[in-house]
C-alpha cells in the first residue's frame, strides 16, 4: 500500500523534477483520501498511506514553491475498493470517480495555491 500510494507518487515526483522546474505553470495532483485524516476500522494500512502522500506532496510544494501541489480528497465513491470494505451495503448512491475529473481540472487550471482541498469544495461541476 505504502509504494502504491506513497513511493510511487513521490518517485514520480523526484522524477519530473527538472522538468516541473522549466515549466511555465508546474502543477502536481495527486489523489488522497478522508482516510488521512479519518480512523476507519479496517482502513489502517490505506489511511497510513494516504496521510504518507499528503505529507510528502505538500512538503514537496513547500520546498519547491514555484510548483503547485494538490492532494484532493475526491469523497466517498462508487468503486470495488469502496464496496469489498462494506460488503453487503449498498453504495449505489455513491458518486461514480468520473463526476470529479472537472473539479480536478477546475482545480489544475485555477489560481488555487499549494494546499490539501476536497473535491466537494472545488468548483467544476457535480461531486
Do not use: C
Amino acid at each position: 500500500m505504502l509504494e502504491v500510494d506513497a513511493v510511487a507518487p513521490l518517485a514520480l515526483m523526484q522524477g519530473s523534477l527538472g522538468q516541473l522546474r522549466r515549466s511555465a505553470n508546474p502543477r502536481v495532483l495527486n489523489v488522497t483520501s478522508d482516510a488521512s485524516v479519518e480512523h476507519y476500522e479496517g482502513w489502517g494500512a490505506y489511511g497510513l498511506a494516504k496521510a504518507a502522500l499528503d505529507h510528502l506532496s505538500l512538503t514537496f510544494g513547500a520546498e519547491e514553491p514555484g510548483i503547485r501541489v494538490w492532494v484532493v480528497d475526491p469523497g466517498d465513491m462508487r468503486t470495488d475498493m469502496h464496496q469489498e470494505a462494506f460488503p453487503g451495503e449498498d453504495i449505489s448512491d455513491r458518486p461514480s470517480p468520473e463526476t470529479v475529473v472537472s473539479r480536478f481540472v477546475s482545480l489544475i487550471e485555477g489560481p488555487l495555491s499549494t494546499g490539501r482541498y476536497r473535491a466537494a469544495e472545488l468548483n467544476g461541476g457535480e461531486a
